[in-house]
């Protein structure tokens, strides 16, 4: 990474803003999974060591406008009441972030009413030595993701007016091009915390010079959200190996039926465009050749064990079968670089997770014998947590978007906004 980092500058008594991505799974104002904020740690307790003037921390947390409409429309559906007010309490609000992280740094953190405002500029501004600060939720203000430039700036400038330097730690976020991510970062000195550098050092890693022979797995519901992550991955790896609901459009594309299986009718040429570019280019693209289909989708439901050309009418392919496990274990422990994204089946439900479980035993045992293992956010990250194996590969991103992204090529530009290292 060619961008400076917390370590290139001088951060004792300076006023030290930050953004970092505390977008915890929240349940009635219970944190499910705190990962995200440990994952930060290191950074903060770097920047408090340095002395600063004081810290302010930034996050978004959900999405509030979205969430909401979308919760009251299933509270509609199932016609149930809806409290708009402490729906946002229990799902937007940072207090039970702060409180937490406040316990893991076993020192006050105070929070602002808001990101934005006289009130929580006068109290940046009351901050003592070395205090730290939680602003709320980023997204209540429209402006940080407005796609017009000026209302962005202008919510970065009241965000830039409470720093003299700017760390950007949340690489969760920085696929995305919002006012405390990107904007405010063309306001003030800005730089990379660690974890930040960590995530690009190990991606980088599999994009760049990966250690041959390089696999990898790409799971997950739809081709739709990975297409270019496949179409770039496959021209650098040794092996490409393709689970979850997206195999069965693949299996249309070569004329099998697929019952009730998941199917993107739209992709089924696409499909077919990328095992001819595959043939074509002589790319391991490797299909399940068995599956485990269910009669519901439901844990209880009836299930067995089929050849893909042989899924019964009526019945859903819920996960890779135990031939396939087989097959991809061993390219995966074959293997000195593996990439994972995306679970192989339906693996939130136990009785369909098998193949997702087996493929992240094959990671840790990558990794026992040498390789460099990554898995990208969100599901996979679930799943690798599921099978009790997070600390047994060598890196499980924080950012599931952001790290697909930046596996199928693009700049992010949470990162491009940063000073580049002399
Ligand atoms: P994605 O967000 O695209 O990575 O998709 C993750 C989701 O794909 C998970 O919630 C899985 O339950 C789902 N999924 C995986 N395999 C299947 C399948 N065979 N049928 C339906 N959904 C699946």
């Not at 500029?121 to 009351?126: E, L, T």
């Amino acid at each position: 990474m060619n961008k400076k980092t917390v370590r290139d500058i001088t951060l004792t008594g300076k006023r030290v803003l930050m953004r970092v991505d505390f977008n915890v799974p929240l349940k009635n104002g219970v944190i499910q999974d705190d990962i995200r904020i440990r994952a930060a740690l290191p950074t903060i307790q770097y920047v408090l060591q340095q002395k600063p003037k004081y810290l302010v921390l930034m996050s978004h947390l959900g999405d509030p406008k979205k969430d909401t409409q979308k919760a009251k429309e299933k509270a509609e559906k199932d016609g149930k009441p809806f409290d708009g007010a402490k729906y946002i309490e229990g799902k937007h609000r940072m207090k039970p972030i702060v409180e937490r992280l406040s316990a893991l740094l076993g020192r006050p953190v105070k929070l602002a009413p808001a990101a934005i405002g006289d009130e929580t500029k006068a109290m940046v501004d009351g901050l003592g030595n070395g205090e730290v600060l939680m602003l709320e939720n980023t997204r209540f203000h429209k402006e940080e993701t407005a796609k017009d430039a000026a209302d962005r700036e202008k919510m970065a400038k009241a965000l830039a007016a409470y720093g003299d330097v700017y760390v950007n730690d949340a690489f969760g976020s920085a696929h995305r091009a919002h006012a405390s991510t990107e904007t405010v970062a063309h306001f003030l000195p800005a730089v990379a915390g660690f974890l930040m550098e960590k995530e690009l050092a190990y991606l980088s890693k599999a994009i760049e010079n990966p250690a041959k022979p390089y696999v990898a797995i790409i799971g997950g519901a739809e081709i739709s959200g990975k297409i270019d992550v496949i179409q770039n991955l496959m021209t650098r790896v040794d092996a490409l190996l393709i689970g979850g609901g997206m195999m069965f459009t693949f299996c249309k594309a070569q004329g099998m039926e697929i019952g009730k299986s998941l199917l993107e009718e739209d992709k089924i040429d696409l499909a077919r465009q990328i095992l001819e570019t595959a043939k074509a280019k002589n790319v391991r693209l490797l299909l399940p050749t068995d599956c485990l289909v269910a009669d519901k989708f439901d844990n209880a439901a009836a299930t067995k064990v089929v050849p893909v050309k042989a899924i019964p009418a009526g019945w859903a392919g819920v996960d890779i079968g135990p031939a396939t496990v087989d097959a991809f274990a061993a390219e995966i422990r074959k293997a000195k670089t593996v990439v994972w994204n995306g679970p192989m089946g339906v693996f939130e439900m136990p009785n369909f997770a098998k193949g997702t479980m087996a493929v992240a035993q094959a990671l840790a045992d990558a990794t026992k014998t040498g390789a460099v293992t990554i898995v990208g956010g969100g599901d996979s990250a679930s799943a690798i947590a599921q099978a009790g194996l997070a600390n047994n590969v060598s890196h499980v991103s924080t950012g599931g978007g952001a790290s697909l992204e930046y596996l199928e090529g693009k700049v992010l530009p949470g990162v491009a906004a940063l000073n580049d290292a002399k």
